[in-house]
């Protein structure tokens, strides 16, 4: 069963591994997924522990007048898993609670595999509240949150030795979800020592062992709980009360418990490693830029085209660089062939008619505010003009807001405002229930992909990463990944106001003002006057970023930075 004596075990609250299997609502766990798919192929000995999330993340229907409707998104765990013989116990309000185990395989290209084990609480055993904790991603309240990050950290050290992992070489904690990992950590030395508290000193050797990676610098992305509710759940806790520990006045921050147990902390991108420097400024937090999982979201035509002219990309992404040997018009009936599977998409799922020929702009994340989906809705009357002087464009949408996020759910209507406004002066289709599969061709199919979020908050992105390497390139404001994945006309275009500044003060109506006169002074005229120029910013975009933002070249950075040190 266990392959490698010395794994690193990846603990996630979310990880994307197929379209169908709902445990995951957006990019963390889509670099999750991703992380696992290049460990594999790299042959790194990763083992991934998560929750089952039985109903899974919703799924999303959206009425005419833009207003999300939420399904259970309950999906078939036993088409696509195997369940395990291993279980373990952890107490939650001194309760025992019985944990199951089921397995996914995510295998390489060589065939090496990284075992995925999704922990499972619905054992008939357990009080009927414990067993609804794995079902839900994200549901629930505080209590029920709090009592799933306990079910993963703590429980999720448990179900590795169950599993027989007894030495594991690093615990890489994926955002704070997981941080409780550590006080498992602690406990196991304690007990195979035979006693009961822990000293400071006990942390030095555990820090060596563990990895942290922060995602965002947006506070709902920083677990907070009471700490009545932490020693309610945990029980009591020296640690509470350590002095420059995790917890004061009363609030356990779970970043600080992964920050202080952590010999290696990293932001996602090198302007997110800044920005959390500037956030946590007593911590030494360095920078691994995200990328994608290049075989994952190449479309079919980009691929059959890469192994045309690049014969080894897929098990060495840098090659990619030497797309600049493509001919321009096979770069071109490619991505026809991406667009056009994009269309027929929303024929099918919208019954809406798209023309090839248009100008497509793509924008399909999840519907957080910061992520400014209506910015280039600020001035309909603009953006007919733009659409009648400079030639037509459409759009493409996509995206869930959380059910909790009422001005999410208000920024979803307003874009279906604007689609009733513009009628078919600027047609939009706003595609229902956004996954990892739409996510491969909506990045794939559109002619540019457009990214409005409110610096510095997009912590990386990964969206215009799929998009790059398949030769769509960006329009973008300039904030996370873009940034470093930035030349202006070369791999796409900035949208900036302040002479491109990155830190001045965002106003809504200049940055809008600066997306309206970009698009028609430049993007616009080169896709429809300057063919051959458009075709090599798409070129670029494949050699440039599709060779760099990917995780074969990220997950080499985690084993030279984090894993293998
Ligand atoms: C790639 C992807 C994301 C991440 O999008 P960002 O650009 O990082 O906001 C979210 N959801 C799905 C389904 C994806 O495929």
């Known amino acids: 069963m266990n392959d490698s004596p010395t794994p690193v075990a990846y603990f996630t609250m979310e ?16 670099l999750a997924g991703d992380t696992a798919r290049s460990a594999a192929d790299l042959r790194v000995p990763l083992v991934v522990v998560t929750l089952l999330h039985r109903k899974g993340y919703f799924r999303q229907e959206i009425a005419k007048d833009g207003t999300q ?16 013989d291993a279980t373990a116990q ?43 904790l794995t079902d839900y991603l994200y549901g629930g309240d505080k209590h029920y949150r709090l009592c799933q990050e ?56 555990l820090r060596k062992m563990c990895v942290f990676t922060t995602h965002t610098p947006v506070e709902a ?13 945990l029980g009591a806790r020296k640690e509470f009360e350590m002095k420059d520990g995790f917890c004061s006045g009363g609030v356990c921050n779970m970043t600080y418990l992964g920050f202080n147990m952590s010999s290696f902390i990293n932001g996602v991108a090198r302007k997110h490693g800044e920005v959390s ?18 075989a994952t979201f190449a479309s079919p035509s980009m691929k059959k085209l890469f192994d045309k002219y690049i014969p080894s990309w897929n098990s060495d992404n840098f090659r990619l660089r030497y797309a600049m040997s493509i001919p321009h018009h096979e770069i071109w009936e490619a991505h026809l062939e991406a667009k056009r599977r994009l269309l027929s998409l929303v024929q099918e799922r919208c019954g809406q008619t798209l023309d090839e020929n248009v100008f497509t702009i793509g924008f399909a994340r999840r519907v957080a505010t910061y992520k400014r989906a209506d910015l280039i809705f600020n001035q309909l009357k603009r953006l007919r003009d733009i659409s009648k002087r400079s030639g037509k464009f459409q759009l493409i949408f996509a995206g869930k807001a959380h059910p909790a996020d009422v001005p999410g759910k208000e920024l979803m209507k307003r ?11 600027v047609p939009i289709a706003y595609i229902e229930d956004y996954d990892l ?8 199919g559109v002619d540019t992909w457009l990214n409005t979020p409110r610096p510095p908050l997009e912590a990386s992105g990964t969206s215009g990463m799929k998009a790059a390497l398949n030769g769509v390139p960006s329009f973008s404001v300039l904030d996370g990944w873009w940034i470093e994945g930035w030349i202006e006309g070369v791999t796409g275009w900035s949208i900036s106001t302040n002479g491109g500044s990155v830190d001045s003060d965002h106003d809504d109506v200049e940055e809008a003002q600066a997306l309206y006169r970009k698009l028609e002074e430049v993007i616009l005229p080169c896709f429809y006057r300057e063919r051959v120029r458009f075709l090599d910013i798409m070129r670029h975009s494949i050699a440039l970023n599709g060779s760099f933002f990917n995780t074969e070249r990220m997950m080499k950075e985690y084993v030279l930075k984090a894993y293998f040190t």
């Open 69 to 84: 409707i939420e399904h259970d998104g309950t999906w078939p765990v036993e088409q696509h898993l195997q369940r395990l």
């Open 277 to 294: 420097r500037e956030m946590f400024d007593n911590y030494s937090i360095d920078s691994i830029t995200n990328g994608i999982h290049a």
């Open 90 to 132: 952890v107490e939650i309000e001194g309760r025992p609670v019985l944990l199951r185990v089921w397995r996914y395989d995510v295998v390489g290209q060589g065939g090496f595999v990284v075992p995925v084990h999704l922990i499972d609480t619905s054992d008939k055993q357990n009080s009927e509240y414990d067993q609804t």
């Open 15 to 30: 990880i994307a591994l197929e379209p169908e299997i709902r445990t995951y609502s957006g990019g963390l766990g889509v």
């Open 415 to 425: 874009v279906f405002d604007a689609k009733r406004e513009l009628g078919d002066d």
């Open 221 to 233: 992305g920083h677990d907070r709980f009471d700490q009545q509710a932490m020693e309610r759940v």
């Open 150 to 205: 306990a079910v993963l950290g703590i429980g999720g050290v448990r179900i590795l030795r169950a599993l027989g992992y007894n030495s594991v070489r690093k615990y890489h904690m994926n955002e704070g979800h997981a941080s409780l990992l550590t006080l498992e950590l602690l406990d196991e030395r304690l007990r195979a020592e035979g006693r009961t508290a822990a000293e400071p000193d006990d942390i030095v050797p």
């Open 437 to 444: 599969e739409m996510g491969k061709i909506i990045t794939a």
